[in-house]
């Protein structure tokens, strides 16, 4: 095993017959919880997914009497203990696995324009992904508002799409730059868009001070662990030259609650867990920044969006990756849309301001 991977929630799954993953349920759904074991079973399954069966079932309702053990068992210590362990592996053995899967692959569901793998802000019920993300990528443009000249860093880049809206506005790239733990990420934004992107982690990465007028990042903090946010917070604050603003988007629990289900996010995610939004507020505020504008957003139509556009593309997905990988990616837009519709999520956005 690698630096400190752990036996649990491993990063591959294997195909599984049918007889074979029946009999692994039961062992799964003890330690680990239904759903996890739930979505494992379709996970494994050799063959694609029947799409749209896969989505009734997972974001249906279930009866009162399952949701209450999805939701307990397993019981906190034995959830906390699992995930702890977890919890100590290096990010970049979790960052790989979800996004060092092919960029093509990522191609076919992305929008097309900006290929952003974030929240889009759906106005009306009948906008296409592709004006959704533009009006996302417009509404963080003014929340960011960078103007030529100012030095602008974004924390967890990916495809470079909020890089690109920047420099359309301001032309200058010299001043960009970027940060992703995902070398694919890095090589397509190198040989496709020419931006400054560094293989690095934004958490363990030591910041010169006072060296940037606007941090941001879109999407990439649900990756900090509970732990790392207040130091993090801390440090993002000193990189910031006094007057210096943050625009963070991501998504966090409503509550502190952890509930069961949050195990299955290792399926998807191994090594990160989503965190309480009051602990960020708490973490930003402690590290002195000014919370100036905050807005709530539904991540609901993009993970259908995904999801559409993946379906109608299995033919060329199933050339790029293995069928569990389309499989963990069908499940995960369904999952994930099934967590937010249930209200444990929650998509924010937030303008924080260092003093001058
Ligand atoms: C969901 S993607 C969002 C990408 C992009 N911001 C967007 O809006 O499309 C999360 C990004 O955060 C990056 N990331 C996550 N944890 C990281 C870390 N510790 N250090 C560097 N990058 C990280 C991933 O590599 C990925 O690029």
Not at 231 to 237: I, S
């Amino acid at each position: 095993m690698g630096p400190g991977r752990t036996l649990f929630f491993p990063e591959r799954h294997c195909p599984v017959n049918l007889l074979g993953r029946s009999l692994l349920f039961p062992c799964e759904a003890l330690p680990y919880g239904i759903s996890y074991a739930y979505l494992n079973f379709l996970i494994r399954s050799p063959q694609p997914l029947d799409e749209e069966r896969a989505w009734r079932e997972i974001t249906g309702s279930v009866p009162p009497v399952i949701g209450f053990v999805r939701d307990h068992w397993p019981l906190r210590p034995l959830r906390w203990w699992l995930l702890q362990a977890k919890l100590r592996q290096d990010h970049l053995l979790g960052i790989s696995a979800h996004y060092d899967v092919s960029n093509e692959f990522y191609e076919l569901f992305l929008d097309k324009k900006y290929m952003f793998y974030t929240c889009a802000d759906f106005k009306r019920s009948d906008d296409t992904l592709e004006q959704a993300q533009q009006h996302k990528a417009d509404h963080i443009l003014g929340l960011i508002d960078p103007k030529p000249g100012e030095k602008i860093l974004e924390l967890g880049c990916g495809w470079g799409a909020m890089l690109k809206r920047i420099y359309e506005h301001t032309g200058d790239k010299e001043n960009l730059s970027g940060i992703t733990l995902s070398q694919e990420q890095v090589k397509f934004n190198k040989e496709r868009n020419g931006f400054q992107v560094e293989f690095d982690n934004f958490i363990t990465r030591q910041y010169q001070p006072q060296a940037y007028d606007v941090i941001y990042s879109i999407g990439a903090w649900e990756h900090v662990r509970p732990h790392e946010i207040a130091p993090l917070a801390k440090k993002v604050f000193d990189a910031l030259k006094p007057g210096g603003r943050a625009v963070h988007h991501y998504f966090c629990r409503v509550t502190p609650e952890l509930f069961a289900t949050a195990i299955c996010s290792q399926l998807y995610f191994p090594g990160s867990i989503g965190s309480a939004y009051v602990d960020n507020m708490k973490a930003f505020e402690g590290a002195g920044f000014r919370i100036t504008a905050r807005s709530i957003h539904d991540y609901r139509p993009t993970l259908r969006a995904w999801f559409d556009n993946l379906v109608a593309n299995r033919k060329r997905a199933l050339e790029l990756v293995d069928v569990q990988t389309y499989n963990r990616y069908i499940t995960f837009f369904a999952a994930s849309w099934k967590y937010f519709d249930e209200g444990r999520g929650m998509l924010v956005r937030w303008v924080m301001q260092k003093p001058a």
